[in-house]
């Protein structure tokens, strides 16, 4: 397993060609009809105490590092044509949940309280609740913040859902940035409102945001009304494609009272590159159920 701090990652490859599995060339057209993500059931969710976990299909394997929390690989083959290509970028930021208080980038998560799994036919829902957010810098290493993050990812075969919830447990002063961030291994990025970003900030949520390259991509899509708290995206530097979303971002920090705040749901899909840009809208209207 790599850790979070490694900074690099080898690349994965997973033969599956076997599995006999004939898909859409947009891999996620398949399964689209399972709708809006759902929440882990408490009856039918099981306590799951590893450190590490992975779901493999034919058209995407994603690894989680459950202490700390982390994405640390997702490999891709939309067509499953047997041959995954990891598409995670291993310099810079890692693709996590991002927390600043009285600064950029001062809390990193470490142990969640726990995390449960459920197992369904059609879906597999990893549920990690409670996670810590620990100062990594000189000037706030060691100190746990006073805040808490559900993460909840839905895995389907041909995509996976992310939700999120924020939990104060006190009132907060200084918080400049809270949200969630994928560093894609791929030469543009861009969203539904320009498909060709530069290292910016822009306000608010798109519909969805892209990594691509010639060959292969990733979309996410927004669940709209799933918060209200759609502070901003900031594209980081190229060439390795880093986006954080934003639930809350502001220069110098704001007030937050103790609470409850909903993060989010966002759908994360795979394509064939830069000649199907279309399919990110196509996940859009799906997981909106827009005809």
Known sequence: MRSLYDGKGAAYAAPLAKLGVVTCVLAFCL???????????????????????????????????????????????????????????????????????????????????????????????????????????????????????????TFHEDFFDMELTWRMLENVEGLQEAGWALNMDFPRYGDSEEAKRVNQDVQGYPRWILWYGPELGVAAAHKEGSTNLRANRWYGNLPSSYVIVHTWWKPGGSGIDWGTYPGGIWRVGFFGGEDQLGAAEILYKELNAID
């Open 31 to 153: 399964g689209l009809a399972a709708g809006a993500p759902q929440a882990v059931s408490a009856s039918g969710a099981q306590a799951y105490t590893e450190p590490y976990f992975e779901y493999i299909s034919p058209t995407y394997s994603i690894g989680l590092s459950l202490d700390p929390v982390s994405i640390d690989y997702i490999a891709i083959d939309p067509e499953a044509r047997g041959e995954q290509r990891d598409v995670l970028a291993y310099v810079g930021k890692p693709s996590t949940l991002w927390l600043g208080i009285g600064g950029w980038g001062t809390h990193m998560p470490a142990k969640p309280g726990k995390v449960e799994l459920l197992e369904e036919e059609d879906r597999t829902v990893l549920s990690i609740n409670g996670i810590e957010f620990v100062g990594f810098l000189k000037t706030t290493f060691g100190d746990v913040a006073p805040v808490r993050a559900d993460w909840v990812l």
